[in-house]
T-cell receptor, first 116, second 114 residues
Framework: AQSVTQLDSQVPVFEEAPVELRCNYSSSVSVYLFWYVQYPNQGLQLLLKYLSGSTLVESINGFEAEFNKSQTSFHLRKPSVHISDTAEYFCAVSVPHSGSARQLTFGSGTQLTVLP | KAGVTQTPRYLIKTRGQQVTLSCSPISGHRSVSWYQQTPGQGLQFLFEYFSETQRNKGNFPGRFSGRQFSNSRSEMNVSTLELGDSALYLC?????????????FGPGTRLTVL
């Protein structure tokens, strides 16, 4: 079975400062990795994903995440945050090429609050 | 393309009642999954449907059931509602390409059980 740990439940940061949201996973097989963002009273929006290839993946709104197989991590970073980035962020994994390929296992979430 | 749609957005029920939630996937997506989100348990997988067949099921009691229609629309049903069933229920659809397990979520249905 897979598990995901998001080490920080709350991350406050000032506007225009850099931020890193940490995600570690546990799995005995290869996984796909995802970051989703949830704004208040909304569903989950896909932020970025790692399926294979380059270990550094980027989103269109300035976030990036790096897959580190040896450390089983997939931390999310942004060099300069905006007030509008305030939201809850979820890290998730799935196991490709399996009967449960479309079953996401989520971390507990990290509430990012950007302060003016 | 239109995104995943879920109806209704909000529901209030009382204990013992049953409820049916609906989900329309992104056009062309044939896989639909359901998740429950609560403050205490977080996001938990309920089940996945593909081509009208349940392909995978999470660890939930039999009161939780679902189905999928030939147009890929899906419904989930919860019978004999309990207070603990109060949650945001999220539906996600996925393309069936073997190279991508990416799931796209709807806005959710907020169920309150009184």
């Amino acid at each position: 079975a897979q598990s995901v740990t998001q080490l920080d439940s709350q991350v406050p940061v000032f506007e225009e400062a850099p931020v890193e949201l940490r995600c570690n996973y546990s799995s005995s097989v290869s996984v796909y990795l995802f970051w989703y963002v949830q704004y208040p009273n909304q569903g989950l929006q896909l932020l970025l994903k790692y399926l294979s290839g380059s270990t550094l993946v980027e989103s269109i709104n300035g976030f990036e995440a790096e897959f580190n197989k040896s450390q089983t991590s997939f931390h999310l970073r942004k060099p300069s945050v905006h007030i509008s980035d305030t939201a809850e962020y979820f890290c998730a994994v799935s196991v490709p090429h399996s009967g449960s390929a479309r079953q996401l296992t989520f971390g507990s979430g990290t509430q990012l609050t950007v302060l003016p | 393309k239109a995104g995943v749609t879920q109806t209704p957005r909000y529901l209030i029920k009382t204990r013992g009642q049953q409820v049916t939630l609906s989900c329309s996937p992104i056009s062309g997506h044939r896989s639909v999954s359901w998740y429950q989100q609560t403050p205490g348990q977080g996001l938990q997988f309920l089940f996945e449907y593909f081509s009208e067949t349940q392909r995978n099921k999470g660890n939930f009691p039999g009161r939780f059931s679902g189905r999928q229609f030939s147009n890929s629309r899906s419904e989930m049903n919860v019978s004999t509602l309990e207070l603990g069933d109060s949650a945001l229920y999220l539906c996600a659809s996925s393309p069936t390409s073997s190279t991508s397990n990416t799931q796209y979520f709807g806005p959710g249905t907020r169920l309150t059980v009184l």
